[in-house]
C-alpha cells in the first residue's frame, strides 16, 4: 500500500488560469443558481415535511417509482459543494442558506434518529422496507458528506451531530446481529460516505459498518429478495424492472466480481469504498478485486473521454467494447465518480496508471457536464451529435449538477499527496501548498499553463535544507519528457510506474523543470468497437478533442473526413473562451448539393476543406449544431 496521502484541497491554491476560471465560475456562478434551482422545484420545500405534503412534481413511474425519493441526496451534495466553496472563501449568505437546510432536516428528524423527508413525509410506515429501489442510504450518505464538508470548513458540528444520530439509527438496524437487517443499499453510496467520516472522527464503529455493508453485499440468501418477499405479503406482487441483480453490483460477492456490470455510478461508487477498505484494513484480496475491476474498465468499456456506461436504459454498462458515440449515455456523474475511484487507486499503488485516468476524466468526461457560465449542464455526453442535444439549465435529476460543482470546488486535492519522506506531484495547472515533509516545512509551487502547454516549472522551498523525494507523475501520453533540477538534467529513463523520483537535499531557490511535449496525435479504438472502425480521436496532452459545426460551417460535420496523412497543426486562439488551443488540418469534405435520392450507385465527390477540432469539454457552448469525437479517415 502506499504511503502517499493526498493534500486537502483547502491547502491547495489554484494559480493557473485554467483551473482558477473553472473554480471561480463554480463559486459565483453555479452554486448560488442551484440553490435557485433548488428552491424552485420544491427541493427544499421537501425537508420542510409538509402537511399534508402536496401533490408529486415528477409522478410515479409504472413501476411505482419517483426520483423524488432521492431529493435529500440533492441537498446533501449542495451543501457538500456550497461547503468547499466555502473553504476558498467565506461567504455569508452561503453559510446561512446551508444553516436554514440544516435547521428543517434537523426539525425534520425522528426521535430515534431516522432522516429521510420522502419517507418522514409521505410514507412513514414503510420506511426501510425497499431498501432496493428507493436510495434510503444513499440519501444518508449524500448528506453525510455534506455534514463532514460542512464540519471540516467551518468547525460547526450541529448538522454532523444530526448525521451521527441518523447513522446511530442506521447502525442499530443493519449488519450481522442477531434481530438485525442484513440490508444494503441498491444504490451505493453511504459506504464510501461512512468512510470520510471514519477518517475524520478515527471511531471504529465506523469501519466496521463500512466492512460490513461491502462484505455482505451480493450474500445469499439475497436480501433483496427477502424484503422484496416481504413486501408482497402485504402489497401483491412485486416485478423487478431488471432482470438479475447486476444493476447494483449485488450479484454475487464483490471479492468474486471480475466483470464490470450495471449502474456505471454504483459501481463507481462501490468500487471507490472498495479500495478505501482495502487500503485501511490491508486486504489484500478486496485489493485484488479492484485491481481486476479496474483492467475490465480499461480494456473493455471505456469511452475515449473517460465516459463511462453506453447505455440508458440501464445507466450504465452492457456488453465489451459496446461504446456507441451518438446514443452514448456517459453520464457525467460517473465520469465525476471515476475520478473518485482512480485517486483511491492511485493512493493504494501510487501508480501513474490511475492518476492518467483521472486527468482523462477531470478533463473531458467530468468538466463536460458543466457549460462555460456554469449554470448549463450535460446529463449524458454522447461522442457525437446531429445537433439535436443541448444543455440543460436543470433536470427532473440533478445528480450530475451537484457532482460536477463539488468536484471542481475540490479540485484542488486532486494534485499533490504527501508522505513523511516525500512529496508526489499527481496533476499540473499551476498551483500552490505548504506541507510537512522530513520534518521541515515545505513551500511548493507549480507554474504552468497546463493544459494547453506542457512547459511546467515546481519551486521547491523548505524552510532549511532537507533530503526527501520529489516524484512527478511522467503521463502516460507523454513522449520525450526533460526534467532538470537548477538547469541540471536528470535521467528520465528511471521513471518507474509513472513516477520519477528525484530525491536530493533540497534547499530554498530550488527549481524542477518538466517539459512534456504536447503533439497532437490520432487515436485508434480497438477493432472491437465497431462504431470506431475507419475512425479516428484527436488528442494533445490531457485533452480529447473534437469536431464541431461552428469550427466547420458548410453542414453537418459527418460530412468531413481526415486523410491520414494530413499534418494537425495546434492554434492558439486567444479569441475563444479566454484562450484554447484549437487543432487543424487539410480535410475533405463530402458534396452533397447534387443529390437528388436517397441511394445511387455513384459515389459522392469530395470538396477540399480545413477541419478545426475543439477541446470536446467545451463543446455546445455557442448555440446548437452536429458535432462528433470519432472522425472517418481516409487513406
Known sequence: MSRYAPVNFPAVKLEGKFWHERLETVLTRTIPSQHKKL??????????????????????????????????????????????ALAHRRDEDIEAKIEAIVDDLEKAQADDGYLNCWYLGREPEKRWTNLRDNHEMYNAGHLLEGAVAYFQVTGRRRFLEVMERYLDHIYSQFGTEPGKRRGYDGHEEIELAVMKLYYLTGDKKHLDFVTYM???????????????????????????????????????????????????????????????????????????????????????????????????QNEGFTHDFDLPNQTAYAETCASVALIFWAQRMLHLDLDGKYADILELAMFNGALSGLSRDGEHYFYANPLESDGTPTRWDWHTCPCCTMNVSRLVASVGGYFVSTADDGVAFHLYGGIATDAEIAGTKVALREVSTYPWSGDIKIHVDPASPAAFDVKLRIPGWSSGAKVSVNGQAVDISKTVNGYLTINRTWAKGDVVSLDLPMPAVRLYAHPGVIMDAGRVALKRGPLVYCIEEVDNPGGRVQRLKLPRSAELQAETRADLFDGVVTLKAKALAIKEGDWKTLYRTTPPADDTATLTALPYYLWANRGQGSMMVWVPEVQ
Open 39 to 84: 428552491a424552485e422545484y420544491t427541493i427544499l420545500d421537501s425537508i420542510k415535511l409538509p402537511s399534508p405534503p402536496p401533490p408529486l412534481r415528477f409522478p410515479r413511474h409504472p413501476n411505482g417509482f419517483t426520483v423524488q425519493v432521492f431529493w435529500d441526496s440533492d441537498v446533501g451534495k449542495w451543501i457538500e459543494a456550497a461547503s468547499y
Open 214 to 312: 461491502i462484505n455482505e453485499r451480493g450474500r445469499q440468501p439475497h436480501y433483496f429478495d427477502i424484503e422484496r418477499q416481504a413486501r408482497e405479503a402485504g402489497e401483491g406482487k412485486q416485478p423487478y424492472v431488471f432482470s438479475n441483480y447486476e444493476y447494483s453490483q449485488s450479484h454475487k460477492p464483490v471479492r468474486e466480481q471480475d466483470k464490470v456490470v450495471g449502474h456505471a455510478v454504483r459501481a463507481m461508487y462501490l468500487y471507490t469504498a472498495m479500495a478505501d477498505l482495502a487500503a485501511e484494513i490491508d486486504d489484500p484480496d478486496l485489493k485484488h478485486a479492484c485491481q481486476v475491476l479496474w483492467d475490465d474498465v480499461m480494456e473493455t468499456k471505456m469511452y475515449v473521454t473517460a465516459g463511462l456506461g453506453p447505455s440508458a
